[in-house]
C-alpha cells in the first residue's frame, strides 16, 4: 500500500511540472503570433501597394513613363546628395577673403583664420569642423555685431563683418573703463589711453560691472576652466543701464545744437543729483557771434594775461527728467548772458520754470527763463 502512494505522487508531481511547462511554452507562442501577425499584415499593406502600382503601370504607359522617371530623378538626387556631402566635407579653403569695416580687426581675424587652416590641415579635419573652429573664433569678438561665413565647393572661404559702432566710454566705481555700443552693449574693457577719444565720456560711481569678454570666455571653455566666484560683491542702487545710455545720447544731441563755442566734455550721473555736464566754451568763437569780426580780433590781441583765458568750461546741473526742454531753455540763459559777456561757471537747470547760475567773483543768481 505504501508502495502504491508513493507512485501515485510521483505521478502527480510529473503532471503538475507537465502542466507548467506547457504554460510557459503558450506564452511564447502567443508572443510569436502577435510577431508573425504584424508582419503579415506589413507584407499585406506592401503587396497591395506593389500590385496597384503594377496594374496602373499595365493598363496606362504614360504613367509607367512618369513613374519610370520620378523614380529615375529620386535615384540621381539621392546619389548626388550623398556624392557632394562627402566630396565638400573634404574642401579646405585655398583663398582668403575678409571684409570689415575695421583694418586692425580684419588683419586680426586673418591671422587666425590661417592658423587654424595649418592645424586643420595638419589633423585632416572635415570642413565642418574647421567652419565651426572659424564661427568661435569670428563670434569672439566682441565688437562684431553681425557677419556672415561661406566656403563653397570653389575653395574660396569669405568672411564678411560689420562692427558694432561705439558711442560711449563709461567710466565705473571701480576705475574700470567700458566701451558701449550703439546697440546697448559692452565691446570693451579698459582700452587704451589714446583710444576712443572722441566718445561721450559718461561717469558714474554707483555703477559696478562684472564682465568678460567673449574671447576670454572662449579660452577658458577650451582648456576647461571654471573660475570660482567666491567674493561678494557689494551691495548698489539699482541702475538702469539702457535709461543710463539712452540719456546720455539725447544730452550728447541736444549739446551739439547748443550753438557754435560750446563741445561736451564729460557727463556725471549720480542718484542724488542726476545728470552734470561739463561743457568746453570757447569765448572766441561766442563773442564773433556777438560782435563785428575785425572788432573781436582787436580785442583778441589787446587781452592781458590777467583775464579770462580763451577756453574754459562750466557746469551744468539738468536733473534727471526733461532734459530735451531744459537744455532748450540753457539755450536761452546762455544767449542772453553771452550777449551781456557773462560767462557763468556753473547753471543749475534742476527747477521747473528757472535757472540759477553762479558768475567768477559773484553770488549765485536765479532768472526766469
Avoid at 44 to 71: Q, R
Avoid at 259 to 273: A, E, F, M, P, R
Amino acid at each position: 500500500m505504501n508502495v502504491n502512494k508513493r507512485l501515485r505522487k510521483a505521478n502527480l508531481l510529473s503532471t503538475q511540472n507537465l502542466d507548467l511547462r506547457s504554460r510557459k511554452t503558450i506564452k511564447n507562442t502567443n508572443i510569436n503570433n502577435k510577431n508573425n501577425s504584424q508582419l503579415k499584415n506589413i507584407f499585406i499593406i506592401f503587396k497591395k501597394i506593389f500590385f496597384n502600382i503594377y496594374f496602373l503601370t499595365k493598363t496606362n504607359s504614360k504613367a509607367t513613363y512618369l513613374i519610370s522617371i520620378a523614380i529615375l530623378c529620386l535615384i540621381i538626387t539621392k546619389t548626388s546628395i550623398f556624392l557632394v556631402n562627402n566630396f565638400s566635407e573634404k574642401i579646405l579653403p585655398s583663398h582668403i577673403s575678409i571684409e570689415t569695416d575695421n583694418k586692425i580687426i580684419t588683419e586680426e581675424i586673418l591671422r587666425e583664420v590661417i592658423k587654424e587652416l595649418e592645424k586643420s590641415k595638419k589633423n585632416s579635419e572635415t570642413r565642418t569642423i574647421f567652419i565651426k573652429n572659424i564661427n568661435s573664433i569670428i563670434a569672439s569678438k566682441d565688437i562684431i555685431d553681425q557677419y556672415w561665413i561661406r566656403l563653397g565647393l570653389d575653395n574660396k572661404l569669405q568672411i564678411n563683418a560689420i562692427m558694432h559702432i561705439p558711442i560711449v566710454l563709461l567710466e565705473t566705481k571701480n576705475g574700470d573703463r567700458f566701451v558701449v555700443s550703439n546697440n546697448l552693449k559692452i565691446i570693451a574693457k579698459n582700452p587704451p589711453q589714446n583710444t576712443y577719444s572722441t566718445l561721450i565720456r559718461l561717469e558714474t560711481s554707483e555703477l559696478k560691472i562684472q564682465w568678460k569678454s567673449k574671447n576670454i570666455i572662449r579660452k577658458n571653455k577650451k582648456n576647461n576652466k571654471f573660475e570660482p566666484s567666491n567674493h561678494k560683491s557689494e551691495p548698489l542702487p539699482a541702475v538702469n543701464f539702457p535709461w543710463l545710455i539712452t540719456q546720455t545720447k539725447l544730452i550728447n544731441t541736444e549739446i551739439l545744437n547748443l550753438g557754435t563755442g560750446y563741445s561736451l566734455n564729460k557727463i556725471y550721473w549720480d542718484s542724488n543729483n542726476g545728470f552734470i555736464l561739463k561743457i568746453n566754451r570757447n569765448n572766441i568763437l561766442i563773442s564773433s557771434k556777438n560782435k563785428d569780426i575785425n572788432q573781436a580780433k582787436v580785442e583778441e590781441q589787446s587781452t592781458t594775461k590777467n583775464e579770462k583765458t580763451d577756453n574754459d568750461y562750466f557746469i551744468i546741473n539738468v536733473g534727471d527728467n526733461h532734459i530735451k526742454e531744459k537744455i532748450e531753455r540753457l539755450k536761452s540763459v546762455l544767449a542772453e548772458l553771452n550777449f551781456k559777456n557773462i560767462y557763468p561757471t556753473k547753471v543749475d537747470l534742476d527747477f521747473n520754470d528757472k535757472a540759477s547760475f553762479k558768475i567768477p567773483s559773484l553770488p549765485a543768481k536765479s532768472s526766469k527763463y
